[in-house]
């Protein structure tokens, strides 16, 4: 499916600013009825899916956290993908960007949250706006250390921050098969446990090394591989720097393509 021009327009506001929108909560962004197609927006094919943006909750700072949805709402095969959770590990909203542009995954659903942190990309920093590592601050096998402001201080206690609580609902609710978590500047696609096959393909697919290494304490993949163990969450390392258009490209055919789960096409 491709998205209209009216879609693409809101897409590009939450990627390029992030400002809050006009009505809060939930958008619903249905295509025109059949018959009353404008001279600017052309009529959607007769399958064309309905694409949602939601607010998943506010950062430590008070901006708004969203996660956009795109594909079959009915699939049971869906991918959720968080561009940054470190501040300044960032090159994944490059990714983002492509998956928002592209077309819906056929047979399955993407869920896309371009930012996580954007307190700390604000700032340039890895922690959120209070001074925490949110991928730290996740239930599983969480333990006190360092103080607020070091780069790995996982908070007073687990989901103390606002936007690992809302991203941790979020999973609750909605149970994902696969979370892939962009991260810089390692260059490898990293995983640990269940995840490990989900993990081997999508580096096969985007040309990235793969590493078996265990999760750390406290971060996202870790809890998400713990509490539910029929899903898989892992890690993707950019290189440092900016992304160039072609890997952001492969990365992005990647994602669909676990978002699928191939069906219909080669492996």
Known sequence: MTLSL??????????????????????????????????????????????????????????????????????DRSVLVVGCIHGDECAGTAITRRLLRGSAPRDGLLWIVPDLNPDGRAAGTRVNGRGVDLNRNFPSEWRPFQRRGD??????????????????????????????????????????????????????LAGVPFRRIRWPPGTASNWQNHRFRATSSFVVELPAGKLGAAAAQRHAAAVRELATGGRGERR
């Open 151 to 204: 780069p790995l201080y996982p908070g007073p206690r687990p989901l103390s921050e606002p936007e690992t609580r809302a991203i941790a609902r979020f999973i609750r609710a909605r149970r994902p098969s696969v979370t892939i978590w962009f991260h810089q500047p390692q260059a490898v696609v990293r995983a640990w446990g269940p995840s490990i096959p989900a993990a081997r393909r999508y580096a096969r």
């Open 6 to 75: 009216a879609w693409r327009v809101v897409l590009g506001s939450v990627l390029l600013s992030f400002a809050p929108a006009a009505c809060g909560g939930e958008e619903h962004r249905q295509p025109p009825a059949p018959g009353r197609a404008s001279s600017t927006v052309p009529p959607p094919a007769a399958d064309a899916r309905t694409e949602r943006i939601r607010t998943l909750g506010r950062s430590a700072d008070g901006r708004r956290l969203r996660v956009v949805e795109l594909g079959d709402p009915g699939s």
